[in-house]
T-cell receptor
Framework: DAKTTQPPSMDCAEGRAANLPCNHSTISGNEYVYWYRQIHSQGPQYIIH???NNETNEMASLIITEDRKSSTLILPHATLRDTAVYYC???????????FGQGTRLTINP | NAGVTQTPKFQVLKTGQSMTLQCAQDMNHEYMSWYRQDPGMGLRLIHYSVGAGITDQGEVPNGYNVSRSTTEDFPLRLLSAAPSQTSVYFC??????????FGQGTRLTVV
């Protein structure tokens, strides 16, 4: 599985958009980009995933660059409850071996 | 649906003791897996299963055994606990590998 690089921490004001970057320059053509988050020490929670097109769901948007070497997770209106560690993972769809890096610790400030 | 249920939530073991961490899911998911998370680190895969009767090793399998006799259950056995196995353990399940659901974790301390 391709390795990802994320900033260790970020801050964002409540109500603003939080943009979390991820670099995955060695991603293969059949690998998807997944985002999970972990609030406090709870189990990770699935957010969104994509292959090459931009994706949006009720939680977030995922923007993948045309060369697929990087992506951005966007939380459009961040709330205090979005404070968490966010993990960007690349993996073949259906693979059971998610490889977690250290993620980005996002803090939403009031 | 209860989702992925892990028991116990907390456990303290003495070095050399053995125990089984329980994991059950009620979503009829084929895939189940166990991860451990050490302080300040991401999760690391211990063992995984793609269906009843089928298991395989992940990144850090040493000191752990698993079996999958039913679709619902995927217990993790610590054979002889060591302080290095102090960690938070997460069980996960999914139908296709796309949407992976995690349990709430078991916090294990080995003294």
């Amino acid at each position: 599985d391709a390795k990802t690089t994320q900033p260790p921490s970020m801050d964002c004001a409540e109500g603003r958009a939080a943009n979390l970057p991820c670099n995955h320059s060695t991603i293969s053509g059949n690998e998807y980009v997944y985002w999970y988050r972990q609030i406090h020490s709870q189990g990770p929670q699935y957010i969104i995933h994509g292959l090459k097109n931009n994706e949006t769901n009720e939680m977030a948007s995922l923007i993948i660059t045309e060369d697929r070497k990087s992506s951005t997770l966007i939380l459009p209106h961040a709330t205090l409850r979005d404070t968490a560690v966010y993990y960007c993972i690349v993996s073949i769809q259906g693979a059971q071996k998610l490889v977690f890096g250290q993620g980005t610790r996002l803090t939403i400030n009031p | 649906n209860a989702g992925v249920t892990q028991t116990p939530k907390f456990q303290v073991l003495k070095t050399g003791q053995s125990m089984t961490l329980q994991c059950a899911q009620d979503m009829n998911h084929e895939y189940m897996s166990w991860y451990r998370q050490d302080p300040g680190m991401g999760l690391r895969l211990i063992h995984y299963s793609v269906g009843a009767g089928i298991t395989d090793q992940g990144e850090v399998p040493n000191g752990y055994n698993v079996s999958r006799s039913t679709t619902e259950d995927f217990p993790l056995r610590l054979l002889s606990a060591a302080p290095s196995q102090t960690s938070v353990y997460f069980c996960a399940s999914s139908y296709s590998g796309t949407y992976v659901f995690f349990g709430q974790g078991t916090r294990l301390t080995v003294v």
